[in-house]
């Protein structure tokens, strides 16, 4: 007596795992969202200016940013690099979809970053993007994607 052992769908599990293995990790299937949640939790933190932590502006710079821009926040005098981080980040992913840098979209926004990140003579450093803590949810958006993707090849997933 002959015992057959195989399984029916086992070569298509193994295709599906292979798949899922091959693409879940690819960070540009989560890219939109990601922004998404970028932008706004850096409206958060400039819309706070930094939760109250950034050091006041001088009186006289002040004066002059009142009669220039009127009552703007802290670090949104022109709006430029508010814009730059919560409506248009330079998104980079890399070759395989697996690492990702954001930064401010724009060489001029960039420096403008990095001088209020820094600080210099007479002006505090005022970091313009939230911490690290901040965007600890951004994992959240990753497995969101990746059970999305598992259920697009026939998973079950929840």
Known sequence: MAVDNKIDGMPELFRGLREFAEGAGDLRRSERDLFARFGDTER???????????????????????????PRPILQASGELFRALTDAPA?????????????????????VAAVHARGRRGMP????????????????????????????????AK
């Open 44 to 70: 958060g933190w400039l819309g706070s200016e930094g939760r109250g932590s950034f050091a006041p502006l001088s009186p006289a710079y002040a004066r002059r940013k009142q009669q220039r821009h009127g």
């Open 91 to 111: 998104f980079e992913v890399g070759a395989g979809g697996t690492e990702m840098t954001i930064r401010p979209g724009g060489p001029r926004a960039r420096r």
């Open 125 to 156: 450093a005022r970091p313009p993007l939230a911490p690290a803590r901040d965007f600890m949810n951004l994992g959240d958006v990753i497995e969101k994607n990746a059970v999305t993707f598992a259920r697009a090849l026939g998973f079950r």
